[in-house]
């Protein structure tokens, strides 16, 4: 016999059942229903006696008159509480409860950026690194004219610019795979299919340096209702038409979705004034970094591509005492004058203990790691910054891409006869870039820059997320302009801010230098597919 949870009769049971996973348990999850629904129930949830399943056949489903599953069940009442509880409460977090996955084609890769920069969302971006740029679509390869160029006189230039960058990439793509397979001959026991891999991915990982900002990529996009909102809010305030001309797009997708949820974004005492106060903000900034001459513009100083800014020298005691906190009943204070007196093996020790057997980079040790940060001014290539920049739980901030910091060149490009025709690139882009900047479009000149120029951005993270980033992105298969870039952080922890211990803690950073950087992963995919094609 059935049975079913409390406050559900069995016909109730019958019916709600296609929009749970199960009526008769104390854990279920939610299927067959719009987000916003999924919201609103929780939202309503907070308030009621009801158990949710209930709760939704009373005052959703019964409100949909019985209709049959689909997209629909619940979605204009779900508006009407959100209505209710936005403009009568003031509840902002009710729309933390339902998300949406959203696509984003054709986004320049300045674009990408913008639309990543939020911290509470996932996202998945086409990688320069598998896919070679080289279809063209029609006659144009794949990389976005903007729109302030429309009627431009320099709008040709650009074109023309951006062509002989594509061009050049396309054209080096078979030879830099046939140099680097002279280079690297395959391994008895490498399959073809792993060795064609990890020779393709080196070859485009040499040459995405010639791809411009303008590139175009496919972005996938998980969020929440607020997350969504204040996204919007800013790339309906940016100063690209590209990011505005978006933000509109996504917002009438949206809307079809989780409408509830985006009611404030265009309405005039809301989300205009919002967008309106970013606005203000970065002009009145600008002008002010204009007036005392700490704008864009100077010839930047020689730079190290990772300086370690600001640490806590105290840092590795604070870790200590908080790791120490859970299992004590001494105050904070009490316990940083305990811990401040400890010998150095001592406090070793403890973090020794609390860090554990890691036999996983994933195995992280908790929040006591939070007690102290570390700030890190960066100075690398375009394409690694694209990379780095996803780790939004930190604190990440990003200059103007401009060919003011030159940019990198790959020796193997330059041992197989690319030197001029890089340069080339690089040159001329550079010149159109001033050109743009000269123009009054100092917004659209980096769309023009190539990605192996270097750009100025700071990452300030805490160490428990300097754990995370650096062991991951010191792996064998990652890229090695971010592999040495996040080597350098460890290195600086360790000697700079001199926290021997948190430094000593992140025992899965790389240091290695590897040559053929996909081909351990490669080997490693393969002998996992034959795993569980045996298994099957």
């Known amino acids: 016999m059935t049975t079913t949870a409390p406050g559900l009769q069995p016909d109730e049971a019958a019916v709600v059942a296609p929009y749970f996973t199960n009526v008769d348990k ?23 006696a009801k158990p949710l399943r209930k709760l939704f056949h009373d005052e959703f489903y019964a409100a949909a008159a ?25 509840d902002d977090s009710v729309a933390q409860l339902g998300g949406v ?19 509470l969302m996932a996202y998945l971006e086409q990688s320069t690194r598998y896919i070679p740029y080289t279809e ?5 390869w794949r990389y976005l004219v903007p729109a302030e160029l429309e009627g431009h006189p320099l709008r040709e230039r650009y074109i023309a610019t951006l062509n002989a960058a594509f061009e050049t990439y396309a054209k080096w793509i078979e030879p830099m795979r046939v140099w680097f397979e002279h280079r690297y001959p395959k391994a008895v026991g490498d399959s073809d299919g792993v060795y064609r891999s990890a020779i393709r991915a080196k070859a485009l990982d040499t040459l995405r340096g010639l791809l411009p900002a303008a590139t175009q990529s496919n972005v996938g996009m998980y969020g929440t209702g607020q997350a969504y909102e204040a996204l919007l809010l800013r790339m309906r305030a940016h100063p690209l038409a590209e990011a505005r001309a978006t933000a509109d797009l996504m917002l009438a997708e949206l809307r079809k979705v ?20 970013f606005i203000e ?23 190290d591509e990772v300086t370690l800014t600001d640490f806590d020298p105290d840092g590795e005691i604070k870790v200590t005492a908080a790791a120490l906190y859970a299992s004590s009943s001494l105050s904070d204070r009490e316990l940083m004058e305990r811990v401040r007196r400890m010998s150095v093996e001592d406090r070793a020790e403890v973090l ?9 980079r994933r195995h992280k040790p908790g929040r ?21 920049q996803r780790h939004r739980l930190m604190t990440i901030d990003w200059q103007a891409l401009s060919p003011h910091h030159g940019y990198t060149q790959p020796d193997a490009l330059v041992e197989a006869g690319g030197d001029a025709e890089w340069r080339a690139v690089m040159d001329q882009a550079a010149d159109l870039h001033e050109a743009l900047v000269a123009a009054g479009l100092p917004a659209v000149a980096p769309y023009a820059v190539p990605m192996a120029y270097r750009v100025r951005f700071v990452m300030d993270m805490n160490a428990r997320q300097a754990m995370h980033v650096i062991e991951l992105r010191t792996q064998p298969a990652g890229h090695p302009a971010y592999r040495r870039v996040c080597q350098q952080m460890h290195r600086l922890i360790d000697t700079v801010a001199e926290h021997h211990a948190i430094a000593a803690s992140m025992t899965f950073v790389d240091h290695s230098v590897i040559e053929l950087e996909r081909l351990q992963e490669e080997r490693r995919l393969e002998a996992r597919r034959a795993a569980a094609g045996q298994a099957g």
Do not use: M
Request: no cysteine; hydrophobic share 35%; charged share 30%.
């Open 26 to 48: 104390p854990v279920f999850a939610l299927v067959n229903l719009p987000e916003t629904v999924k919201g609103a129930l929780f939202a309503r949830y907070s308030r009621a």
């Open 66 to 90: 019985g209709a049959p599953v689909d997209s629909t069940v619940g979605l204009e009442r779900a508006d009407r509480l959100y209505q209710r509880v936005f403009n009568e409460y003031g």
């Open 101 to 119: 996955h959203l696509a984003v084609e054709d986004a320049s890769n300045v674009l990408t950026k913008i639309l990543e920069r939020g911290r």
């Open 136 to 140: 063209r679509r029609g006659d144009a």
């Open 258 to 277: 989780i409408p509830a949820f985006l009611s404030r974004v265009d309405q005039p005492d809301r989300g205009d004034r919002w967008s309106r106060y």
């Open 281 to 303: 903000t970065r002009e009145r900034t600008a002008e002010i970094a204009q007036r005392l001459d700490v704008a864009g513009g100077h010839v930047p100083q020689p730079a």
């Open 352 to 360: 020794r203990a609390y860090v554990g057997d890691r036999s996983n």
């Open 368 to 388: 006591a790691f939070e007690r102290t940060g570390y700030r890190f001014d960066v100075l690398t290539d375009y394409g690694a910054f694209r990379d780095l």
